[in-house]
């Protein structure tokens, strides 16, 4: 392969990954100090930042929905100052990010945090609680939201693997579609 296709194969890769339009590659990024621990999922259309990989470190059994975002620099303060906005983000341990989330440079998101889907994540945010919003806000303890989860599943129509995506019939899925006609279910 060639040099000029070899950098333009990167810089492809690079910015359709940074667009969301392609898969980041994850060695990469820990190879440019990227901290990933084990046992959790990161889900299609991620970005973690690939200019600042290194100041990146995401804690065990972290889940990633679509399209989520680490961003570990700032370069809107380049105008005014010369200089760009750059910090750590650290996510602890059993933390789940929902789609479309941005978190940005400079912030501890605390283990066991749950934060909700299209938040922007703009300061620390302390273990154990239920964050939503841009910018993201305290909504409740996670504790009290398993709870709720926990009252609301003994009431709700349940469903089986028979019902996901892989396995679901047309006669399932009306009938998922009609036992969800007045509120939300739970599925494996």
Same mark, same amino acid.
């Given at each position: ?8 194969t ?6 359709t990954?940074?667009?969301?339009? #392609?898969?980041?590659?994850?060695? +990469?990024?820990?190879? +440019?100090?990227?901290?990933? /621990? ?6 299609p259309?991620?970005?973690? &930042?690939?200019?600042?990989?290194f100041?990146? @470190? =995401? #804690?065990?059994d972290v889940?990633f929905?679509?399209?989520v975002r680490?961003i570990?620099?700032? !370069?809107?303060?380049?105008p +005014? %100052? /010369?200089?760009t906005k =750059?910090?750590?983000?650290l996510i /602890? &341990?059993r ?5 479309d %989330?941005?978190?940005?440079? #400079?912030? %501890?998101i605390? +283990?066991?945090?749950?934060? $909700?889907a299209?938040s922007?994540?703009?300061? &620390?945010?302390?273990p154990? $609680?239920?964050?939503? $919003?841009?910018?993201?806000k305290?909504?409740c303890s996670? @504790?009290?939201?398993?709870q709720r989860?926990a009252?609301?599943? @003994?009431t ?5 693997a028979?019902y996901? =995506?892989?396995n679901?019939?047309? @006669?399932k899925?009306?009938?998922?579609? !009609?036992?969800?006609?007045? /509120?939300?279910?739970f599925?494996?």
């Open positions: 392969m060639s040099f000029i296709h070899k950098f333009l990167h810089i492809f890769r690079r910015y990954a940074e667009l969301g339009l #392609g898969e980041q590659d994850l060695s +990469a990024l820990q190879a +440019a100090g990227l901290k990933l /621990g084990t046992g959790g999922y990161i889900g259309g991620c970005v973690f &930042d690939p200019s600042h990989a100041l990146i @470190e =995401i #804690g065990n889940v929905s679509t399209r680490l570990a620099h700032d !370069a809107s303060t380049r +005014a %100052t /010369g200089y =750059i910090g750590r983000i /602890g &341990d933390c789940f990010i929902g789609s %989330t941005t978190v940005l440079c #400079g912030v %501890t605390g +283990a066991d945090c749950l934060v $909700g299209s922007v994540v703009t300061k &620390d945010l302390p154990g $609680g239920v964050y939503a $919003g841009s910018p993201a305290f909504i996670l @504790e009290a939201y398993n989860n009252e609301l599943l @003994e709700s129509p349940k469903f089986d028979s996901l =995506i892989d679901i019939t047309p @006669e899925k009306q009938e998922m579609l !009609a036992a969800l006609s007045d /509120g939300v279910g599925i494996v």
